[in-house]
């Protein structure tokens, strides 16, 4: 996130990335993603560096498509997290197979 002197953007296949890599500043965020063997995909939850929601970071997830966000203070995983991940993500949607 930010700016970078080289990057690789994940997006949708239709999508053409028109982004322009500069120099500067750089900040990662955490993606959990689940797959499973059969191809099934849940919900991304995307961390971020932070204390609190920004409104901004949900235009990332195109109108239909689901994600789920998250802040911490390093921006990786906690218990806390990954416990909300679990039982607002992993089980309601794998609940019914």
Known sequence: MGLATRVKVICKREKKNTGKTQLGKREMITVLETVSAGGSVLPPMIIYKGQAHYKGWTALVEE???AFFAVSDKG??????????????????????
């Open 76 to 97: 990786w995983t906690s218990r806390t997290i990954s416990l909300d991940y679990l039982t607002n993500n992993f089980e309601p949607h794998t609940s019914a197979l």
């Open 64 to 66: 239909g498509d689901e």
